[in-house]
């Protein structure tokens, strides 16, 4: 099934650093989430989007919904050892439908 | 609030055993979603329910798999035969349509392995 354009894969950064992520789809999503997942979890809901345009912010991880509705961007300033996961974009077409994922990014930080 | 409620946590069995996972969602959500996940495909919806109603399963790879919602409080998902690809991590997800927000909540997923 289609997928989302995930970038990067993975980031290997040093604590303090500033993040950023983004996801991009050849087709348009009416929502744009992003989602955390530690080792032997389940993802966990950081941020949700529904405006194109939209930016919004969560403590430190600011999101924003393109105009296009084919991309979104993660940001996650002054990095800390516990923001070690991967990343997940997610899109949704319609509110009710299921979410195509992207690939993920795996974030690594070094103390 | 409890969140969802996934079981087995981990199952191991062998080729052409027949499979259940089950799922709990959070009481009040109307959505229920399956997901799979494996390294080389990533995160792939399979089946989702609204109102206890099937509504998409064009996602289930083979006549293999069947998923049912027989009440708001409960779902399986169904692997009969089993094969060893079909070892994965399987999450369920839950939502609660209507007004603004509609962010799915995923369970902590049940790791399936298949000799």
């Known amino acids: 099934g289609q997928q989302l354009n995930q970038s990067p894969q993975s980031m290997f950064i040093q604590e303090g650093e500033d993040v950023s992520m983004n996801c991009t789809s050849s087709?348009?999503?009416?929502?744009w989430l992003w989602y955390k997942q530690d080792p032997g979890e389940g993802p966990v809901l950081l941020i949700a989007?529904?405006?194109?345009?939209e930016l919004t912010s969560n403590g430190r991880l600011t999101a924003q919904f393109g105009i296009t509705r084919k991309d979104s961007f993660l940001n996650i300033s002054a990095s800390i050892p516990s923001d070690v996961g991967i990343y997940f974009c997610?899109?949704?077409?319609?509110?009710?439908?299921?979410?195509?994922f992207g690939k993920g990014t795996h974030l690594i930080i070094q103390p | 609030d409890a969140g969802v409620i996934q079981s087995p946590r981990h199952e191991v069995t062998e080729m052409g055993q027949e499979v259940t996972l089950r799922c709990k969602p959070i009481?009040?959500?109307?959505?229920l979603f399956w997901y799979r996940q494996t390294m080389m495909r990533g995160l792939e919806l399979l089946i989702y329910f609204n109102n206890n109603v099937p509504i998409d399963d064009s996602g289930m790879p083979e006549d293999r798999f069947s998923a049912k919602m027989p009440n708001a409080s409960f779902s399986t998902l169904k692997i009969q035969p089993s094969e060893p690809r079909d070892s994965a991590v399987y999450f369920c997800?839950?939502?609660?349509?209507?007004?603004?927000?509609?962010?799915?909540?995923f369970g902590p997923g049940t790791r399936l392995t298949v000799l």
């Open positions: 997800a839950s939502s609660r349509q209507g007004g603004y927000g509609n962010e799915q909540f």
């Open positions: 087709s348009i999503f009416n929502t």
């Open positions: 989007l529904y405006k194109a345009g």
């Open positions: 009481s009040g959500h109307n959505s």
């Open positions: 997610a899109g949704q077409k319609g509110g009710a439908d299921g979410l195509t």
